[in-house]
């Protein structure tokens, strides 16, 4: 029986590609931080009933017009904002992706970002390393407390819920604005509901976990900046373009806000002459929430699951809409 042909935009661990060659033809861009050419990959689907895909892939109406056999879409990423998910539905072309396996490893990077930007870490590492680290002194690199303060999440999905764990933890007062309110969540953490501007004006740490889409598209921004408070610390693991970079920028320019921890940028890879990159109290990273070498393996392992099965004519393991 012919195998059909399936196109991987990136390079993926090893167990998750043998799976799909058990499968399929398999064409894969093999490599780790270059993006496959969007002209490439047009050229690729042509004769492509199936598309393994990630974050950094557009997957818009204009491609989809030239993958006139494909039949399902598989992203390795719980969010996929990236796939025009309506035009793939109406072409009869199945949909998944990987929610629920990097919660808990994104969760721990979101609080290990609020964590350094608080205590100025990137900033006191680079302080010492480049040479400047003299003498201790009293007020030296002094950051803002985390135990016993105010955390306020906005998006309390399951990456939401397991940063109010970790910030029950640290004793800290949780607010969270949401969708839906979470009641069982807040009897057992304690947590407040609240509406999106009293989470604003009273958190000490403001967390971004809310999803991309039209809707949320700069839902942070001047006005939202200027309602924080002057210590506030502004953390985003979730989508770049929920959030005006330029109002970002003058809050923590003007010191309207104390600092910021970004992982996610409205454009990524960030510009290395970017104004955000030159404030020295903002601590970024390249898009990372889920990279713990298990994690990915596992959302690797997944995609390859979702793909097989749309292969098939099989119900997705997790899908984002059906055929």
Same mark, same amino acid.
């Given at each position: 029986?012919?195998?059909?042909?399936?196109?991987?935009?990136?390079?993926?661990?090893?167990?998750?590609?043998?799976?799909?060659?058990?499968?399929?033809?398999?064409?894969?861009?093999?490599?780790?931080?270059?993006?496959?050419?969007?002209?490439?990959?047009?050229?690729?689907?042509?004769?492509?009933?199936?598309?393994?895909?990630?974050?950094?892939?557009?997957?818009?109406?204009?491609?989809?017009?030239?993958?006139?056999?494909?039949?399902?879409?598989?992203?390795?990423?719980?969010?996929?904002?990236?796939?025009?998910?309506?035009?793939?539905?109406?072409?009869?072309?199945?949909?998944?992706?990987?929610?629920?396996?990097?919660?808990?490893?994104?969760?721990?990077?979101?609080?290990?970002?609020?964590?350094?930007?608080?205590?100025?870490?990137?900033?006191?590492?680079?302080?010492?390393?480049?040479?400047?680290?003299?003498?201790?002194?009293?007020?030296?690199?002094?950051?803002?407390?985390?135990?016993?303060?105010?955390?306020?999440?906005?998006?309390?999905?399951?990456?939401?819920?397991?940063?109010?764990?970790?910030?029950?933890?640290?004793?800290?007062?949780?607010?969270?604005?949401?969708?839906?309110?979470?009641?069982?969540?807040?009897?057992?953490?304690?947590?407040?509901?609240?509406?999106?501007?009293?989470?604003?004006?009273?958190?000490?740490?403001?967390?971004?976990?809310?999803?991309?889409?039209?809707?949320?598209?700069?839902?942070?921004?001047?006005?939202?900046?200027?309602?924080?408070?002057?210590?506030?610390?502004?953390?985003?693991?979730?989508?770049?373009?929920?959030?005006?970079?330029?109002?970002?920028?003058? !809050? $923590?320019?003007?010191? *309207?806000?104390?600092? +910021? /921890? @970004?992982?996610?940028? =409205?454009?990524?890879?960030?510009?290395? %002459?970017?104004?955000?990159?030159?404030?020295?109290?903002?601590?970024?990273?390249?898009?990372?929430?889920?990279?713990?070498?298990?994690?990915?393996?596992?959302? !690797? $392992?997944?995609?390859? *699951?979702?793909?097989? +099965? /749309? @292969?098939?004519?099989? =119900?997705?393991?997790?899908?984002?809409? %059906?055929?």
């Amino acid at each position: 029986m012919e195998k059909h042909k399936v196109v991987v935009t990136r390079k993926i661990p090893e167990q998750a590609l043998e799976k799909l060659k058990e499968h399929s033809e398999v064409y894969i861009w093999n490599y780790e931080e270059k993006p496959m050419p969007y002209e490439l990959l047009t050229e690729q689907l042509k004769d492509a009933s199936g598309l393994y895909t990630n974050v950094g892939d557009q997957i818009d109406k204009a491609l989809l017009d030239q993958a006139p056999y494909l039949k399902v879409i598989s992203t390795m990423a719980v969010g996929f904002d990236n796939i025009d998910v309506k035009e793939a539905a109406r072409r009869g072309i199945a949909v998944g992706h990987t929610p629920g396996v990097l919660t808990e490893t994104t969760a721990d990077l979101t609080f290990a970002l609020l964590m350094a930007a608080a205590r100025r870490v990137v900033e006191s590492s680079d302080y010492v390393r480049e040479g400047h680290w003299k003498s201790w002194g009293p007020m030296l690199m002094t950051g803002q407390d985390i135990y016993g303060a105010t955390i306020g999440i906005i998006g309390m999905g399951r990456i939401g819920e397991g940063v109010a764990r970790r910030a029950a933890g640290f004793n800290m007062n949780i607010l969270y604005h949401n969708r839906s309110r979470r009641f069982e969540l807040e009897k057992e953490l304690k947590a407040s509901y609240c509406s999106m501007e009293e989470l604003i004006t009273t958190a000490d740490f403001v967390v971004l976990l809310a999803p991309g889409s039209a809707q949320t598209r700069h839902m942070i921004g001047e006005k939202q900046f200027k309602q924080m408070k002057p210590n506030a610390v502004f953390i985003n693991t979730s989508r770049g373009t929920n959030v005006d970079e330029k109002a970002l920028y003058e !809050a $923590l320019k003007t010191k *309207e806000i104390w600092a +910021a /921890g @970004l992982d996610v940028f =409205e454009e990524e890879p960030i510009a290395e %002459s970017h104004p955000l990159l030159k404030l020295p109290n903002v601590t970024v990273l390249p898009h990372i929430g889920s990279a713990s070498v298990a994690t990915r393996t596992k959302m !690797a $392992l997944i995609a390859a *699951e979702n793909l097989i +099965a /749309g @292969l098939e004519n099989q =119900e997705l393991l997790f899908k984002v809409n %059906s055929k």
